[in-house]
């Protein structure tokens, strides 16, 4: 059951801090990259989180493509391209 009270550090953080911090955390971090960039749950809550970072700075056509993306993610229309330093290599016909 949720406290009645908020806590000390939600009452020093705005909302846009708050989802900024929330935005921060599910960032796929450059060590992670690799191992987490097809992850189809995680690349959806990281653009959701940065919707919300968008939608609580008044720009909705930002938030819009980033929640377009998260449900992308969600219902696999969506799919990574390869990493441009890993991904195929084409040779010349040469």
């Given at each position: 059951m949720n406290s009645p009270h908020?806590?000390?550090?939600?009452?020093?953080?705005?909302e846009l801090e708050l989802a900024q911090q929330l935005a921060s955390?599910?960032?796929?971090?450059?060590?992670d990259w690799h191992?987490?960039?097809r992850n189809?749950?995680?690349r959806a809550q990281e653009q959701a989180a940065a919707?919300?970072?968008y939608l609580l700075k008044d720009q909705p056509n930002e938030a819009l493509s980033r929640l377009q993306q998260a449900v992308g993610w969600l219902?696999?229309?969506?799919?990574?391209?390869?990493c441009p330093s890993h991904g195929e290599k084409r040779t010349s016909a040469n």
């Open positions: 908020p806590s000390a550090a939600r009452q020093t953080l705005s955390q599910l960032a796929i971090k450059p060590n191992r987490l960039n189809r749950k995680v919707a919300l970072v219902d696999q229309s969506l799919t990574a391209p390869p």
